[in-house]
Nanobody, 128 residues
Framework: QVAFVESGGDLVQPGGSLRLSCAASGSPLDKYAIAWFRRAPGKEREGVACISSNGGGTRYAESAKGRFTISRDMKSKTVYLEMNDLNPEDTGVYFC?????????????????????WGQGTQVTVSA
């Protein structure tokens, strides 16, 4: 099993940047596909970015492409989400999640099915 603690959420102005961290405990990261999801106020939870268990595959939601970058540090067992050019629509609680049933090169953000382990989330607020 794996457990997560997210951090890095903050209040930031439009156009600003944040780096979210997802610190894992338990099994090594290379056993899991890991994704970042977010839940905006009044909206359904949506996938933002993911990275495959072998680290070679990443996927991004259309809204995140070109602005967000997911990465991981195997030694510290931490997954990062670098977010640039933030806008108010990026406001929400950001969660990291892991699934172990994915093929080693696969992950997806279109749905949350398959991600069994979830963190508690970290709040990101983009406002002037």
């Amino acid at each position: 099993q794996v457990a997560f603690v997210e951090s890095g959420g903050d209040l930031v102005q439009p156009g600003g940047s944040l780096r979210l961290s997802c610190a894992a405990s338990g099994s090594p990261l290379d056993k899991y596909a890991i994704a970042w999801f977010r839940r905006a106020p009044g909206k359904e939870r949506e996938g933002v970015a993911c990275i495959s268990s072998n680290g070679g595959g990443t996927r991004y939601a259309e809204s995140a492409k070109g602005r967000f970058t997911i990465s991981r540090d195997m030694k510290s067992k931490t997954v990062y989400l670098e977010m640039n050019d933030l806008n108010p629509e990026d406001t929400g609680v950001y969660f990291c999640a892991a699934g172990y049933r994915f093929l080693s090169y696969m992950c997806y953000v279109a749905k949350s099915t398959g991600y069994e382990y979830w963190g508690q989330g970290t709040q990101v607020t983009v406002s002037a």
